[in-house]
């Protein structure tokens, strides 16, 4: 008999280790690793488990790459992200993000540049793609490819869809945060960031 894996179960194993005192994860390396493992089981061993609708394996391959990524593995983070593009339940473009941010890390800018240039000539269908791509660049200082990823993630806003009415602002507020630690004038958008936040109640980008 297997047992079925559903989006409750992902969310319990995510935050296993959360500490809401302190807001943060506690766990450290090896929470990551077994953490990764475990996903890589679920996506990998159907004797034993079955995947609610919504779960796929490429999913569960995904966030274990992300996992081993946290715990300074990166080959073995590489391994199951590029396993997970392959995957036949992959969507479009859905373990690029992970890719990009593991070549950014090792250096390998080139490599990275190659993937998101995929994504942008053969458009993503989930937003979160090109924030995740975006601030991928912004995490290692790449400023100028940070900015034109936000801007890349605003364009596409009426061909992906808003999948929430706080999108728009968080791209807007990605581009903003780069502008200004790239000492550069505020323009139109940044205004408008400025004006939609203050509308919001949060908190001025230093």
Request: hydrophobic residues 40%; aromatic residues 6%.
């Amino acid at each position: 008999m297997t047992t079925q894996i559903t989006e409750d179960d992902i969310d319990e194993l995510e935050l296993r280790d959360f500490d809401e005192a302190t807001g943060s994860a506690t766990g450290g390396v090896a929470e990551h690793l077994e953490k990764a493992a475990i996903f890589e089981e679920w996506a990998t061993d159907a004797d034993s488990y079955t995947l609610d609708d919504g779960v796929t394996p490429a999913y569960l391959l995904v966030v274990a790459a992300e996992h081993l990524q946290m715990a300074n593995d990166t080959t073995e983070a590489f391994r199951l992200a590029r396993a997970a593009r392959e995957h036949p339940s992959a969507r479009p473009f859905e373990a690029h993000p992970t890719l990009i941010s593991l070549h950014l890390e090792s250096d390998e800018l080139d490599a990275a540049l190659a993937l998101a240039d995929e994504v942008r000539k053969g458009g993503a269908e989930e937003l979160g793609i090109y924030e995740s791509i975006a601030e991928s660049f912004e995490l290692v200082g790449e400023l100028t490819l940070a900015e034109r990823w936000f801007a890349i993630a605003l364009r596409a806003l009426d061909r992906v869809g808003l999948e929430s009415p706080l999108d728009r602002l968080s791209l807007l507020s990605g581009r903003y945060r780069v502008r200004r630690e790239a000492e550069k004038p505020l323009d139109v958008l940044d205004v408008e960031t400025e004006q939609l936040r203050d509308e919001q109640g949060l908190d001025s980008i230093d």
